[in-house]
């Protein structure tokens, strides 16, 4: 059974870094053609597609956020982690991520962990 579990801060002050990890278990982030990928949702807005990191280690990251995001894995504890950098209020959402099987399918998610951006 995979399982996906993100961790994060919980509250952030505005123009500080953020970081998010997702541990993995019943799968290797280096398996092949999974990508491990993450993604947000502000209050009152839609899923917003971040980035994410291919199997081969490969990150990808979004035009919008790629300035201040980067996404890494950590194979000993197979782990992903996400950092965003210089935090605004509107980087306020619940951070997921998610097993990407191709063709912009997601097979197993995360819970979600909050993050807030507040002073």
């Known amino acids: 059974q995979v399982q996906l579990q993100e961790s994060g801060p919980g509250l952030v002050k505005p123009s500080q870094t953020l970081a998010v990890t997702c541990s993995v278990s019943g799968a290797s982030i280096t398996g092949n053609y999974y990508y491990w990928t993450w993604i947000r949702q502000s209050p009152g807005k839609g899923l917003e597609w971040i980035g994410g990191?291919?199997?081969?280690?490969?990150?990808y990251y979004s035009p919008s956020l790629k300035n201040r995001i980067s996404i890494i894995g950590d194979t000993s504890n197979n782990q992903v982690t996400l950092t965003l950098g210089s935090v605004t209020p509107e980087d306020t959402a619940v951070y997921y991520c998610a097993r990407g099987v191709g063709y912009g399918l997601m097979d197993y998610w995360g819970q979600g962990t909050q993050v807030t951006v507040s002073s």
């Open positions: 990191l291919a199997y081969s280690g490969t990150p």
